[in-house]
């Protein structure tokens, strides 16, 4: 079940008069889909191509969302947002691309996906974006980047579907997506990855399971909700904790130590942006 709620007053959502076809509702495109709802996008201006409907999208054609029309159907779609696997794409791309006239944005959520792969596939003016899984509760980070035949009005488009869940950044480089999927799209499993050690480590240390997760969950969730909403550097907020010879200090001499937490997330950093590049061949 999608649970995002309006980010902020939307009136480009709002305005928009062509219809807004999803091609795959699946977590992220349905939380897509309910984010630009909520931000007060018309149902009656989307329509969705799925095989599999879940029954929560489902139920959206009661409020005037077209569930897998034919192109005669849709009409003439302003912005076709790409939101299946991308292993699927391909495959895909032959039912999609009846929809897209040269009139057509394209923006595009798959992981390691070119605008070159896009516009071969799809055609259309390409957006490529980079979410990540926060979006689902309205609290996702995009960064997107466009192709160069990309208007100021279909930019504006997709930037106002992308922010319908998070903040959204732009960049000039296509040559940065991979490493922006390495940080912020893959980055929420790192952020789980470390609540679940911790709370392991808590188990270890001596602590009943079941406090040693709430203590790990509720430390996770309040330290970057004060991150969020702090001005200062991570890196002083980390300070601030730090006691000189205290037990928190103690814990960063390991973690910062040689091989420490800093070298681990290189590496691993390393690996997510080699992995996209991968599967961009």
Known sequence: MFVVTAVADNSTLKNITGTILLAGAGKMGGAMLTGWLA??????????????????????????VALNPDVKAAGAVETLVVAVKPQMFREAGARMKPFVSDKTSVVSIMAGTTIASLQEVCGGAVVRAMPNTPAAIGRGITVAVAANN??????????????????????????????????????????????????????EAGLPEALATTLARETVSGAGELLRRSDLAASTLRQNVTSPGGTTAAALEVLMGLPGLRDLMIRAIAAATRRSKELAK
Not at 40 to 62: F, H, K, M, N, Y
Request: glycine content about 10%.
């Open 39 to 64: 931000g007060g996008l018309d149902p009656r201006r989307v329509a969705v191509i799925d095989p599999q409907l879940s029954p929560e999208i489902s139920a959206l054609a009661a409020k005037g």
């Open 150 to 203: 990309v208007s100021a009005q279909q930019r504006a488009v997709a930037d106002a579907l992308l922010r319908a869940t998070g903040s959204v950044e732009w960049v000039d480089d296509e040559g940065l997506m991979d490493a922006v999927t390495a940080v912020s799209g893959s980055g929420p499993a790192y952020v789980f990855l470390l609540a679940e050690e911790l709370a392991r480590a808590g188990v």
